[in-house]
């Protein structure tokens, strides 16, 4: 025979490379998944051997993520750095992949040139792209390429019992399993199995002549025959998969994942959330959906038989909770772990060869023969350009998805980050990300600062995070509710993770920031802004880590490399042979089963263009109905909807365009009357739920209830808006609402301000803060404190003043104690407090004692979890005494007080009133604390009210304040005796810096109110500014 | 025998015993200690020499308070020689050897004494700030070392340099245990006081305390308006006199006081005002109706102000009320304020909406160039008879039984 080049595998290689490799650059550090990778292989690049990581989750283990993909970026980092590392594997994955398609596209037509052309169409195929471009599975994707090289080792072995061929088979399983762990274990079922079945069928074949004459119990004869060598490749296989990544094992063993499931969009019914369906469904497939007629027809047939039970099998698991079948199937707890995108991805990659086997067929075979002859040349042309036309879309389509829907924040420079970290020992601290993104994996890998937060969700360890649906605090925003819950906790209790900085790439997060007591550093050059937070320990230098013996160590280290080595020892020989041709071989055993004979039935024909009459019928109604319902001023509700939709995304001049056009109401006063209010809820807050309902409709105006649901970082917000919806023509626009018009007395006017400044350290120096440098902290003096009952939780709540003569930055723990002084829980004040008080300046006080919420995993999630209403620990004994412990730091920033209250409305429910902000500053969230007091004038409750509205220089603002219904409030404790100041006894310090204090003025900033309960409140101000100028 | 002589022959006995004890002891000790000294100056090589049989193998073990060391022997003859290291012999206190390897336990102790001379001094003042008045005190400790970080020996003295104000105190202190330490009480003033310390020539940096003032004492407030009228639209100022501790001092900028104002139906409003150079401001709105205002100043649990009444006279006397549009459209309007202007932008107009007594809805608005109007909407209010009440400025209007249509 003829030595030739396998030129169309050359050319497949050299135009995946060129495609991909052109487009890699710019999406994989966008990609999901790729950053995380990289931060696991900058793990391996510092401790080769130790598994312990520190820098996520208070720490974790990589062993819970085979290691090879990781291991292999880490070694080539030495020669390039780790971005060129993973550049280069995730070439080698493009290279690898092709080749094994390829070769198993081989295996199962036997024909050499419908398999290039197999490995031509993968190239291209939109699974591969989305995995590679949009996921960044790069494990994913080595592990399947080289199980796709195993199978044609597993058939020869099957066939001929070569144990050469053992050898290369179990070394690929082997570089499989330490790639990638849940490839070789499903693979097992859905590729090995059928493989093992054509194998059996192959041979009996050979023994009856055709396979017609194959039957059942020839089939069984022969499997029984081959029983040996298909037990003992199965067996070592097994072995192999348990032995190699065994340290991966006993892990998952030892901690089972038992956190909540958190939702994943692959699990998702696709008809309802038709987003995922395009993600998880519609990408994937592409254009192999018209051709599912062909799949199942040729699969059915009796040499894949196997194959088409796989393949079905796989078709159904990947459609997720479109149909019930795949929870049947995988079982609730699997059903929840699994990513069920990976069975599309397989089916796709499993239906290759028929892809090509059909494309040859087609342009070349008997399809185009067929066709020809039956409907026309043009009719065929038409068709061909109609296949390649969708399949070039669906491949640029999915390739530039991430510039149509952006999954990540635009890049974030990190340098001035990692500057900070650096500097003055901050790493010392651990910090955490908002809104970066996929990003802070990248962060994470170049610096040594940790961080309580982190990107692979199945290494979580705190309860506070594997109890909650929340993938990262990171981007707490998008797991709504549970996660700003989740992230409040963080915020509130950072001395309990050493948690003092974080980075905010998202303004989102700002009020809940500064109402849980962190201050701004100043920004960043990259646009990052820098919160902090006082009175927060540093980390110990020993941390706890998680022990496993060394013999584990060791095989985690060495047996990945080692899995590679070997499977390059057995196959690469025979993969460059394959490839280049380098030296005559005899064809393969497989090669023999080609099929010449086949030919296209009148049937399939008929029944593929019903199949593709049935999808285009389904695609064209599914764009009418995108166009019906994205058409936005074709109903009231729509315009409606749409015009929340562009407040909600800041898209001002699309929101004017649904504004009347005889409201003379121009754009550029649109713009303005928008722009001027500021607020929780025009700035920070996210459109949750919309609900519209109709009240009245003519032909040309409709009046809408609008009930609307927004998330903001501080609580949820519901309201409620009338709107008048009138039709021009065909379209219908909003009417305006009138502004406030309150306008302020003053043109210019002027403030004299205290400002402040602390130099931190006065001499530039590397060592530690010199002892003079360091301020004395301010003295605050506990006036009240108790601890009180309320409905069926505790809460400390009191006052506290700042009694010297700087600013104060105050930290309040509470520890509640039974009456054998057994610590029961303990916790910070959130934002019952004012953080922030200038010298002489009091706050009311309420420390809640919050639970971590749903411990119990089989508690479900409140539907309607409101962040503010927090999960009560829930005692087991009964708390009697409590110890307050009160921490004051010199602070100079977020001392703005200019906020008076100019006017009260109160009756038995409710208390209005007026705010006026008298000073230099837009206040963004003002915040009122509302304490109440019985008619002894002692007090009994804190509560507290955010405006949803913020309040610009010299306007007013209305507030309306619900009073609390008659609820039981029991004072269990108001013994002093455990409060303490900076670590003294309060009543040392009370005495004397204030030793005659004034008792009278404690009371005399009470409001007299009716009420069965209460007789007195106080209102205290507050408030966030957000854009300090 | 008797008492006497049975007292007689115990003594005897422990003086022989004792005798032929010491004489057994001197026959078998190996080794004597030769060097004389007791008392060592840290850094000095130290040696301690012996006579005896060299031929026995021995070893010195020696410990001070920073830890202990075996030492090998130098033989030179009959003379053994025992070098003490370094960093034992570097560090000053007492420290105690004992020869091991001996048949008879052969040990004792010297003192290793500090240099005479200082190269350091360790100073510490702390708190960096106290209260004026005499009560509060911040603490001056120094610890002058030699150059071998010695504290130097008891007794050595320190003198302490002190200015505040125009006065400049130097007193003489002395080392006990180590340190030097000094006391100093704030004085009645407030100011920056300046440190230093010197020791045998040798002088510190300079260290500060800042001495703050003590919390405030009662104090007078004023008030500072545009117009005496209830427009709502104007800003009244309050301000403090300048608010002193009970010394004179002036209070530190930044204290906060609390601005109460009692109104004249008994509700309390607030204000409030940060120091600068003892003088609070604050800020508030002119009210938009008639008021009597009490105002009263407040460092709470401190001090306090005189009580302040002010006044604000009525502007709005009456307004006009349209029905129009099927009634549906209520226009309010032109308000008027005390000159017969309009009433700036922004006062706020109430409509009440009753039927059947009872109340449905309150709208707020505010007003635009001297009027407010409100859109009943049909499908809101269906048609029939309503009653209406509108408010601003605590002025009342009701209309009964309008028919919208």
């Known amino acids: 025979m003829k030595k030739t080049y396998n030129r169309y595998v050359i050319t497949v290689i050299l135009v995946g490379i060129a495609f991909h490799g052109s487009a890699l650059f710019f999406t994989l550090e966008s990609s999901y998944d790729a950053l995380t990778h990289l931060f696991f292989a900058e793990h391996y690049v510092d401790n080769w051997f130790e598994p312990w990581n520190t820098k996520w989750y208070t720490g974790f283990t990589v062993m819970s993520y085979p290691p090879l993909v990781h291991q292999s970026i880490a070694l080539l980092s030495i020669i390039g750095g780790l971005k060129f590392g993973l550049f280069t594997v995730a070439f080698l994955s493009i290279i690898l992949f092709i080749t094994g398609v390829y070769k198993y596209s081989l295996l199962i037509t036997s024909d050499r040139t419908i398999a290039s052309y197999a490995a031509f169409l993968a190239v291209f195929s939109s699974s591969f792209v989305e995995t590679l471009h949009i996921f960044g599975q790069i494990p994913s994707i080595i592990g399947i390429a080289v199980l796709l090289h195993a199978l044609p080792e597993i058939y020869l072995w099957l066939k001929t019992g070569r144990y050469r061929y053992l050898c290369s088979s179990l070394s690929l399983i082997a570089v499989t399993a330490t790639s990638h762990h849940v490839t070789p274990i499903f693979g097992m079922v859905f590729f090995i199995f059928p493989i093992i079945g054509m194998a059996v069928l192959d041979l009996s074949k050979d023994q009856v002549g055709s396979f017609k004459e194959v039957n059942f119990t020839l089939f069984i004869k022969n499997f029984k025959k081959q029983f040996k060598r298909i037990a003992s490749f199965s067996t070592l296989s097994i072995l192999l998969i348990i032995g190699c990544i065994l340290p991966y094992w006993l892990n998952s063993k030892n901690n089972p994942i038992t956190q909540i499931p958190i939702p994943h969009g692959s699990r998702d019914n696709f008809l309802e959330i038709t987003s995922s369906g395009l993600i998880f469904f519609l990408i994937p497939w592409g254009v192999l959906l018209f051709l599912w007629p062909y799949f199942f027809y040729r699969f059915f047939s009796k040499r894949y038989l196997f194959f088409g039970l796989s393949f079905s099998l796989l078709v159904i698991l990947g459609t997720g909770a479109t149909t019930p079948i795949p929870k049947i199937l995988l079982g609730e707890n699997a059903f929840n772990i699994l990513t069920l995108d990976r069975f599309t991805f397989w089916a796709s990659i499993m239906s290759l060869p028929l892809f090509g086997e059909f494309t040859h067929r087609f342009m070349v075979g008997d399809l185009k023969k067929f066709t020809q002859r039956r409907f026309g040349k043009l009719y065929y042309r038409l068709l061909g350009c109609f296949f390649v036309g969708l399949f070039l879309f669906m491949t640029i389509f999915t390739m530039s998805l991430g510039y149509f829907r952006p999954s990540q924040p635009k890049k974030i420079k990190m340098l001035p980050i990692l500057n900070f970290l650096n500097q003055d020992q901050h790493d010392q601290w651990r910090y955490l990300t908002l809104g970066f993104g996929d990003q802070m994996a990248w962060l994470s890998a170049q610096t040594k600062a940790m961080t309580v937060d982190g990107n692979y969700h199945s290494a979580r360890r705190l309860p506070e995070l594997t109890t909650r649906p929340v993938e990262r605090l990171e981007n707490s925003k998008f797991t709504g509710i549970a996660g700003i819950g989740s992230l409040q906790q963080f915020l509130t209790t950072p001395e309990k993770y050493n948690l003092k900085y974080i980075f905010s790439n998202d303004k989102f997060y700002d009020p809940i920031l500064y109402f849980c007591g962190w201050q701004r550093l100043p920004q960043l050059e990259n646009g990052i802004l820098i919160w902090e937070k006082l009175n927060v320990p540093p980390l110990t230098s020993f941390l706890t880590k998680e022990e496993v013996a060394t013999w584990q160590k060791i095989l985690w280290g060495m047996v990945p490399l080692l899995a590679l080595i070997l499977a390059f020892i057995f196959n690469l020989p025979s993969l460059f042979v394959t490839i280049f041709n380098t030296k005559f071989r005899p064809k393969a055993n497989y090669r023999q089963y080609h099929n010449h004979s086949l030919s296209f039935s009148k049937g399939l024909l008929k029944t593929m263009h019903i199949w593709t009459g049935l999808l285009l019928i389904t695609i064209m109604y599914s764009l009418y109905d995108l166009y019906l319902k994205n058409n936005s001023q074709r109903t009231p509700e729509n315009v409606i909807t749409s015009y929340y939709d562009a407040l909600d995304l800041k898209e001002l001049e699309k929101s004017f365009y649904y504004i009347d056009p005889f409201s003379n109401v121009s754009i550029s006063q649109y713009m303005l009357e928008i722009a001027v209010t500021d607020g929780l809820l025009n700035s920070y807050a996210k459109l949750d739920a919309l609900e519209i309902l109709i009240l009245k409709k003519t032909d040309s105006l409709v009046t809408l209830k609008i009930a609307t649901n927004w998330i903001t970082p501080l609580e949820k917000v519901s309201k409620v808006n009338y709107k008048t919806v009138v039709k021009r023509g065909k379209k219908w626009y909003i009417v305006p609402n009138q502004l406030d018009s309150d306008s302020p007395p003053d043109q210019l006017y002027s403030n004299n301000i205290t400002k402040y400044f602390n130099q931190g350290r006065k001499k530039i120096s590397t060592e530690q803060t010199y002892h003079e440098d360091v301020l004395k902290q301010p003295v605050l003096e506990i006036i009240s404190a108790k601890l009180v009952k309320f409905k069926n939780h505790f809460a400390l709540i009191g006052e506290i003043q700042n009694i010297d003569n700087v600013p104060a930055d105050i930290v309040l723990k509470g520890t509640l104690y039974n009456d054998e002084s057994k610590e029961l829980a303990i916790y910070n004040a959130k934002y019952h407090v004012k953080h922030k008080l200038m010298p002489k300046e009091i706050s009311s006080f309420r420390i809640n004692f919050e639970g971590i919420a749903w411990t119990k995993t089989a508690d479900a999630i409140p539907e309607t979890f409101n962040p503010d209403e927090f999960t009560p620990i829930a005692f087991e004994e009964q708390p009697t005494n409590f110890n307050l412990q009160v921490a004051g730091n010199v602070s100079n920033s977020d001392l703005y007080k200019d906020l008076a209250l100019s006017d009260l409305k109160i009756n038995s429910t409710t208390i209005k009133g007026t705010l006026f902000n008298s000073g230099l500053q837009e206040i963004t969230v003002p915040q009122l604390l509302i304490s109440y007091y019985d008619k002894n004038k002692n007090i009994v409750w804190v509560d507290h009210l955010f405006l949803k509205r913020g309040i610009k220089q010299q306007r007013k603002k209305y507030f309306e304040y619900a009073l609390l219904k008659n609820d039981s409030i029991a004072i269990i404790n108001n013994d002093m005796s455990n409060c303490f100041v900076n670590g003294l006894p309060n009543k040392n310090i009370s005495s004397k810096i204030v030793p005659n204090r004034i008792k009278k003025h404690s009371t005399i900033a009470l409001q007299k109110i009716i009420h069965p309960n209460y007789a007195y409140v106080k209102i205290e101000m507050n408030s966030y500014i957000g854009n300090p100028n | ?405």
């Open chain 2, 1 to 405: 025998m008797n008492f006497r002589n049975q007292l007689f022959f115990l003594f005897s006995l422990f003086v022989t015993c004792s005798v032929t004890g010491q004489e057994i002891m001197k026959k078998k000790r190996d080794f004597v200690l030769i060097s004389k000294g007791t008392h060592f100056v840290a850094g000095s090589t130290i040696t301690l020499e012996f006579k005896g049989n060299s031929a026995i193998s021995c070893e010195m073990y020696c410990a001070n308070s920073y830890g202990s060391t075996l030492v090998k022997p130098q033989l030179q003859g009959a003379r053994i020689f025992f070098k003490i290291p370094a960093y034992l012999s570097t560090k000053t206190g007492v420290l105690n050897w004992r020869i091991v390897g001996l048949k008879q336990p052969l040990f004792g102790s010297f003192k290793i004494v500090p240099k005479e001379s200082p190269s350091a001094l360790e100073t510490y003042v702390g708190p960096p700030s106290i209260e004026a008045g005499g009560s509060d005190y911040s603490m001056l400790v120094v610890i002058p070392t030699d150059n071998l970080d010695n504290p130097l020996r008891q007794d050595t003295p320190v003198s302490i340099q002190q200015q505040f104000l125009a006065s400049e105190k130097n007193k003489l202190i002395f080392t006990k245990n180590l340190i030097a330490f000094k006391h100093i009480f704030s004085p009645l003033k407030t100011g920056r006081m300046l440190l230093s310390s010197e020791v045998l020539g040798l002088n510190s940096k300079e260290y500060d305390i800042n001495v703050m003032p003590a919390i405030a004492t009662n104090f007078n407030i004023y008030s500072n308006r545009n117009h005496t009228y209830a427009d709502g639209n104007q800003i009244t100022t309050f301000t403090t006199s300048i608010i002193k501790d009970k010394n004179n001092n002036t209070i530190s900028d930044g204290n906060f006081v609390y601005f109460f104002i009692t109104n004249k139906i008994g509700d309390l409003l607030k204000t409030s005002g940060t120091t600068i150079a003892g003088v609070a401001t604050a800020k508030i709105i002119h009210p938009d109706y008639e008021e009597n205002w009490n105002i009263k100043a407040y460092i709470l649990g401190m001090a306090e102000s005189n009580t302040l009444k002010i006044k604000y006279k009525k502007v709005i006397a009456n307004f006009e009320v349209a029905f129009i549009k099927n009634n549906r459209k209520v226009t309010v309007g032109p308000i008027k304020s005390f000159m017969g202007q309009l009433i700036p932008d922004g006062i706020q107009v109430k409509i009440s909406i009753y039927k059947d007594k009872k109340i449905l809805n309150e709208i707020i608005k505010s007003s635009r160039e001297g009027f407010v109007s409100f859109n009943l909407n049909q499908s809101i209010y269906k048609n029939g008879e309503y009653d209406f009440k509108i408010s601003t400025a605590k002025v009342h209007k009701t209309f009964q039984s309008i028919t919208l249509w």
